[in-house]
């Protein structure tokens, strides 16, 4: 038997131990190379085990060289091991004299399709709760950014946000009056100008109606079969729609679900080409609550609103200072006050002081005697004295057919 080196050799392969993970079959040749001077007088043997398990002589390839110079020798030894079954992976452990190298072999599991399928199912679900919360969100999350990053149309000179154009037929005026005008006023503070004319009577705009509509911001249209029944529908909507686009931004066309899918009108056609400079919008049979989306659609159409914090009723009304007495809650309008101009309604100098109203009420307290409330004669015409005086000269040029925030007028052909 060779003697043992009195320097252990150097390891060169591997550098250090190894841990290996190969599927079931495959073939793998473990490699183990040493060095050491030539002024050594040994010779190294190789020794192959697995799992402390001697392997024999016989189960390993050696190769013995010289380096460089011939100054030291160098042995490669090969172990070949083929991992057909279980029984084959372990820890493999070459020695050569006083060097020893360690190769940890382990059977790889096969990537199975569960996790795959199991992560694939994962993304696929998530994706469509995202689509869903998308298409369920998407105008309530558009509309929340408009009203709070969305331009501001203010100061631009319009008395109105949108001009209303319907045609005469009850089933029209009953859905722009007691549908579309409660909710936009009332709920989200529009102001809307209704016309029941038609829009486009000549070939060329009328002064009023670009008057009228140049006063508003947006413009929409109830098209239903009535409207398209209109001598300018039938003739040249074309031509009608782009002097509509020059009067007004982005025009807002309402449809009905019932007549939608019956119409042929080329109108519908023409209007789905042109989305991109129209706003389309189809009255459906859920979009009665407030909540549905053809509401949030069409105020994403109107232009963003803005609400006077401390006001109550209409504020351009009270900017212009209206003292309207239907409509004053408290009782500052019985403060009269003379006309500065001597030239009024009635003549020169007489339009102040015409007719008293009598004092406010005082409810500070509810239990009066009868004998103070009825009074002595003497105290009744001292009170009819000095009743406060209201100016009634200037009503009959009030307009009260643009107020709709007090009271409603229903004829009987409306009910």
């Not at 008057?211 to 003739?235: F, G, K, T």
């Not at 009108?265 to 991109?276: G, T, V």
């Not at 008293?356 to 500070?364: C, D, E, F, I, L």
């Amino acid at each position: 038997m060779a003697a043992v080196c009195r320097v252990p050799p150097e390891l060169l392969v591997p550098a250090a131990n190894e841990t290996l993970a190969l599927a079931l079959g495959s073939r793998i040749a473990l490699n183990c190379t040493v060095r050491w001077a030539a002024t050594e007088h040994c010779e190294p043997v190789s020794t192959w085990t697995k799992d402390g398990q001697w392997l024999g002589s016989e189960s390993s390839q050696d190769t013995t060289w010289f380096g460089q110079n011939a100054s030291e020798h160098l042995l490669a030894t090969i172990l070949h091991v083929n991992l057909t079954h279980d029984a084959d992976f372990g820890v493999f452990s070459c020695w050569v004299s006083n060097a020893t190298a360690t190769f940890t072999l382990r059977r790889e599991e096969a990537a199975g399709h569960v996790s795959a399928v199991l992560a694939a199912l994962l993304v696929l679900a998530l994706l469509m709760l995202l689509a869903g919360l998308y298409i369920r969100c998407r105008l309530s999350v558009l509309l929340w950014y408009r009203n709070h990053y969305g331009e501001l149309e203010i100061n631009d000179g319009k008395l109105y946000d949108a001009y209303v154009s319907h045609a005469t037929a009850p089933d029209d005026r009953k859905f722009v009056h007691f549908i579309v005008k409660p909710q936009l006023e009332n709920r989200y503070g529009y102001k809307l100008f209704l016309d029941e004319q038609n829009i486009l009577p000549n070939a060329e705009p009328s002064a009023d109606l670009i008057m009228n509509v140049s006063r508003c911001r947006r413009l929409i249209v109830v098209l239903s079969v009535a409207y398209l029944e209109q001598d300018w529908c039938n003739s040249s909507f074309r031509e009608g729609l782009w002097r509509l686009l020059e009067l007004s931004k982005k025009p807002i066309f309402i449809v009905f679900e019932s007549q939608y899918r019956e119409i042929t009108h080329p109108a519908i056609s023409l209007l789905k080409q042109h989305r991109n400079v129209v706003t389309l919008l189809v009255w459906r049979a859920d979009s009665m609550t407030p909540s549905s989306d053809f509401w949030k659609e069409l105020c994403l159409a109107l232009p963003r609103k803005v609400s006077f914090q401390g006001t109550m009723g209409d504020p351009q009304t009270q900017l212009q200072e209206d003292k309207d007495p239907m409509l004053i809650l408290h009782s500052s309008y019985l403060d009269s006050r003379g006309d500065p101009h001597p030239d009024g309604d009635l003549g020169a100098g007489l339009r102040g002081c015409l007719f008293r109203g009598p004092p406010p009420p005082h409810v500070s307290s509810l239990r009066v005697p009868a004998a103070l409330a009825a009074g002595t004669p003497e105290d009744a015409q001292q009170r009819d004295g000095h009743r406060a005086e209201i100016d009634i000269s200037d009503l009959g040029s009030r307009n009260y057919g643009a107020r709709t925030d007090f009271y409603c007028l229903v004829t009987e052909d409306d009910i």
